[in-house]
């Protein structure tokens, strides 16, 4: 009788980060913004920050700060910088955190939701934390152009406050940035795999099927737009980088302090304003990388002569 060979569990590899999956992720990144992206971005800032104003007057405020032009505040450099860099940020450190959550045991959904939210906190920390502060600086700081006199260019507004505030005042609110990226990667991966495995039970697809597309941009859907719950933390991050002046606002904010100072003067609701297009936002970024994305994935191929792995 022939021994039985023992076959042991399959080697862990570490996922390679190619550079196709990062032109992609930029490509998709870069054309979501400069589509709807930034429009959504720029309404949704302006709800937070003027939180009395309802969706209607939100997009009557922005028009008054430039037209069609004003839907694009911050665009170019910030938005620009954060969609080329993040992705790549994301794709590093989330490979690193998934391949170390498997070597000590987790399962590859828990090891899936832990890259995520490593890969979250390292965006805001090295990319994403001034960018959002510098754009919500030129979104918020129109008050100066109604009083009649010309707001700097961005360039001069971001070397005011670095010479005013240091690497801290460009930074600023990057707590609340990690809180909100860290969560929204978290609960966007749980959420898209609990909508995939109901779209599985209805259409009777078993686990591990490929789904279509428009069930991949439903489930994705539903992930992007219920992960909307932590809206407080985004509202809380315009607010600390905000150049909207109250004179009630605390000095020095802290996220508690800032959700203190909100909450005592808005409610409940005031930490919800923006979430209308909050969700829109998620809904246009997953029809972007679900729908565009196998266009995308040719187009990259073809150009790098490299395979795209990256999930989309």
Known sequence: MADAIAVGPPKLEKKPVKFSNLLLGAGLNMFEVTTLGQPLEVVKTTM??????????????????????????????????????????????????EYYAKSF???????????GMAGGVAQAYATMGFCTCMKTVEITQHKIAQAGVKPPSTWAT???????????????????????QTTNWGSRFGLSRLAESGIRRVTGKEEGQKLGSMEKILASGLGGGLSAW????????????????????????????TLNYIYSNNGLKGLY???????GLGVWQTICMVALGDMAKEAVEKLTGDKVTAKH
């Open 48 to 97: 937070a920050a003027n939180r009395g104003d309802n969706f209607a007057g939100a997009l009557s405020r922005v028009w008054s700060r430039g037209g069609i032009l004003g839907y694009y505040q911050g665009l170019i450099p910030w938005a620009w910088i954060e969609a080329s860099t993040k992705g790549a940020v994301l794709l590093f450190v989330a490979s690193e955190a």
């Open 273 to 279: 304003r923006g979430v209308t297009p909050r969700i």
């Open 230 to 257: 932590n809206q407080p933390i985004e509202v809380i991050r315009v607010e600390m980088q905000s150049k909207t002046e109250d004179p009630n606002r605390p000095k020095n904010l802290t996220v508690g302090k």
């Open 158 to 180: 971001f070397m005011d406050i670095y010479r005013k505030e240091g690497i801290r005042g460009i930074n600023k609110g990057v707590n609340a940035v990690a809180i909100r």
């Open 105 to 115: 045991g987790a399962s590859d959904f828990i090891s899936g939701i832990g890259g």
